[in-house]
């Protein structure tokens, strides 16, 4: 609810003010004197004030420029008698927001009022918005680098201006509402609802009430009507996580509302039309699901207009240099500190690990570790795995893929030997933050050496 403070030292207009703005749902202070209105900001933080010209002991300029100092982003509108209207514009010159003059007209006022409160929350939705752009990079550099990575979102940006239903295929922590999400803000629906369903979360007794909403009475407990998910959805999208948990009754359901966009209330018998996008996210192949008598064939067929799988994070470790600084510098914001890489004996395991868990473990791993480190590198021992346990000597060996059969024992030396040589470059210019100069110190060699071994890994 917006304060609305009222200066004036007239006792019957500030009764009268006082009525019509609590009418319209405001909540109000009223003060007599210039004072007790600068006590008043101090302590309530009104949204806006109505400040008259003429005050005693202290005008109205003065109250103006002082409640300026306090709150630089409080709203005043002057209430001004019609010979003082060249003062008033002088005001609006100070920094006051509007004027009215006296004796004005209420609906006149409310409008005014709304406008100036519209205004201020415009305004600090921007400076919200500047600075998280400030703070934060566009989610897909987070992403990788990976061709893997760039299919995706190549897909994810062909997708996005339709109307078209998606599946989301992948392992559990590969991003799936991440990707959801993207696809959202991509599309023509991106100022209406993203409303994400758990489907594993829901109990089988409550889903459909949940979907689909309820009349009162539809059961016991139900003491008024309540909208389902759909309704919340739309005109936006609607996305399920993990679908294959639904039991086969609510699939059914659900393939009625997934293709009619229609359906009806727990207990009630009119139709109600939706207009959502649906996007749904599963860990195992949907058709292998259907094969399996594990989900509908009907809905899947519905469902399966278009689908985009998305690489386990094993299969695409190239992207970890990126995810790890990303995910550092986060936990750094988030738990206020300011450590700055790892050791190279923990670079070596995070760049190693097969990451069971994906970018969702890995995100965690990377937050206790920084929880956990009392100096500026992290090492080894601040690393705990999602299972409980800690990295080990087992963990930084490189992957099996080195030594592949029919492979030489000297090919599998050149490979190993190359894939740590690579790696610890691409450690290197993590902890250099980018600096290929100070990248090259880190490893001693010259510049030019590192420019050269760059360009031969295809390191960016």
């Known amino acids: 609810m917006e304060r609305i403070l009222v200066i004036d030292d007239d006792k019957d207009l500030r009764f009268n003010l006082s009525s019509i703005l609590k009418d319209e749902g405001y909540d109000v202070l009223a003060v007599e004197d210039g004072r007790e209105a600068l006590k008043a900001v101090q302590r309530n933080c009104p949204n806006l004030a109505l400040l008259d010209i003429r005050l005693p002991s202290m005008n109205g300029m003065e109250?103006?420029?002082?409640?300026?100092?306090?709150d630089k982003d409080l709203i005043i509108i002057m209430l001004t008698a019609y010979g003082e209207v060249k003062d008033a514009v002088k005001a609006m010159k100070l920094g006051a927001f509007d004027y009215v003059t006296k004796p004005f007209d209420n609906e006149e006022l409310i409008l005014i009022i709304k406008k100036a409160l519209h205004t201020q929350y415009l305004s600090r939705e921007v400076e919200f918005l500047r600075k998280k752009?400030?703070?934060?990079?566009?989610?897909?550099?987070?992403?990788?680098?990976?061709?893997?990575?760039?299919?995706?979102?190549?897909?994810?940006?062909?997708?996005?201006?339709?109307?078209?239903?998606?599946?989301l295929q992948g392992e559990s922590g590969t991003g799936k509402e991440l990707i959801a999400k993207m696809i959202h803000e991509k599309s023509l629906r991106k100022d209406k609802p993203f409303i994400a369903i758990d489907s594993g979360a829901i109990p089988d007794t409550l889903v459909e009430s949940e979907l689909f909403g309820y009349e009162k009475g539809a059961f016991?407990?139900?003491?008024?009507?309540?909208?389902?998910?759909?309704?919340?959805?739309?005109?936006?999208t609607l996305f399920f996580d993990e679908i294959t948990n639904f039991p086969n009754g609510i699939q059914m359901k659900l393939l009625r509302a997934v293709q009619e966009r229609k359906f009806q209330h727990l207990g009630g018998k009119i139709d109600?039309?939706?207009?959502?996008?649906?996007?749904?996210?599963?860990?195992?192949?949907?058709?292998e699901a259907v094969r399996m008598g594990e989900f509908r064939d009907d809905l899947f067929h519905r469902l399966n207009e278009f689908h985009i799988d998305l690489?386990?994070?094993?299969?695409?470790?190239?992207?970890?240099?990126?995810?790890?600084?990303?995910?550092?510098?986060?936990?750094?914001?988030d738990l206020g500190k300011k450590t700055k890489g790892f050791s190279g004996e923990a670079m070596r395991f995070l760049l190693n690990y097969h990451w069971p868990g994906n970018v969702r473990e890995l995100k965690n791993v990377i937050k206790r570790a920084v929880l956990l480190a009392d100096s500026k590198?992290?090492?080894?021992?601040?690393?705990?795995?999602?299972?409980?346990?800690?990295?080990?000597?087992?963990?930084?060996?490189?992957?099996?893929?080195?030594?592949?059969?029919?492979?030489?024992?000297?090919?599998?030396?050149?490979?190993?030997?190359?894939?740590?040589?690579?790696?610890?470059i691409k450690e290197a210019m993590v902890r250099a933050g980018g600096n290929k100069t100070k990248a090259a110190k880190?490893?001693?060699?010259?510049?030019?050496?590192?420019?050269?071994?760059?360009?031969?890994?295809?390191?960016?």
């Open 311 to 333: 690489p386990p994070l094993r299969e695409r470790k190239e992207d970890l240099p990126i995810l790890i600084k990303y995910f550092l510098d986060e936990a750094n914001r």
């Open 442 to 460: 880190i490893l001693k060699i010259d510049r030019m050496t590192l420019y050269s071994k760059i360009k031969k890994f295809q390191i960016k």
């Open 377 to 424: 590198d992290i090492t080894l021992a601040c690393l705990s795995l999602n299972n409980g346990n800690q990295p080990t000597q087992l963990h930084l060996q490189l992957d099996t893929s080195t030594s592949k059969e029919g492979a030489s024992l000297r090919e599998a030396k050149e490979k190993s030997a190359g894939q740590i040589e690579e790696k610890m």
């Open 133 to 167: 752009l400030g703070q934060m990079p566009a989610i897909e550099e987070t992403m990788g680098d990976s061709s893997r990575i760039k299919q995706v979102l190549k897909q994810v940006e062909i997708i996005a201006v339709t109307n078209m239903t998606v599946i």
């Open 272 to 287: 109600i039309s939706v207009d959502v996008r649906i996007i749904v996210a599963t860990n195992i192949t949907l058709s």
């Open 220 to 236: 016991t407990g139900a003491e008024e009507r309540k909208e389902g998910k759909f309704e919340q959805a739309n005109g936006g």
């Open 63 to 70: 109250i103006l420029e002082k409640l300026k100092r306090i």
